[in-house]
């Protein structure tokens, strides 16, 4: 097995985690959604100002090419935000397939979107790309989710310590 660590975009990615740390050998993954949530999570303001402009260009309606390009623009602007390099990649991508097959793989530095376009998804796939572990990215993206989507976050169905869109939505 790999020690991730040393690979120098891994190590320089760890070094951007809000309040620092690393990512934890082995990590007890939420069993909750509702043990994730933080009312007063706080985020850079630059990241607050990507994820508002990503929520006006309303990434879950267009074409397939056009919802890539406005993921796309969002990792972009976060990337520079939290000074990362992560590459997006788009695997097999399918509206009416759950997106759990995503990924991010640190040896690469890739984050794989796969399945369903998700915006928790990939906020959760970006959290791993700065150095958090599994709670730790979960607590990330499913706060900002919940603050930045609000709407979206009432209608979703709640289940392992995910956010899983209802069936017919």
């Given at each position: 097995m790999t020690d991730t660590t040393?690979?120098?975009?891994?190590?320089r990615n760890l070094q951007t985690i809000e309040g620092g740390g690393r990512i934890p050998a082995r990590?007890?993954?939420?069993?909750?959604?509702?043990?994730?949530?933080?009312?007063?999570?706080?985020y850079k303001p630059a990241a607050v100002?990507?994820?508002?402009?990503?929520r006006g260009t309303k990434l879950w309606r267009g074409e397939l090419d056009e919802r890539k390009t406005k993921f796309q623009a969002l990792h972009e602007a976060l990337c520079d935000v939290y000074g990362i390099t992560t590459s997006l990649a788009f695997g097999d991508v399918h509206r009416d397939v759950d997106s759990d097959d995503s990924s991010y793989h640190p040896v690469t530095n890739t984050i794989t979107l796969r399945g369903r376009l998700s915006v928790v998804t990939y906020l959760r796939m970006f959290a791993h790309a700065t150095g958090y572990g599994v709670r730790g990215a979960a607590v990330w993206s499913?706060?900002?989710?919940?603050?930045?989507?609000?709407l979206s976050f009432a209608n979703c169905d709640h289940c392992d310590g995910a956010i899983l869109r209802k069936r017919g939505r």
């Open positions: 040393t690979i120098p975009h891994v190590r990590e007890v993954p939420p069993r909750t959604v509702e043990e994730c949530l933080e009312d007063g999570k706080t100002a990507a994820i508002r402009e990503a499913i706060n900002a989710f919940r603050r930045w989507f609000p």
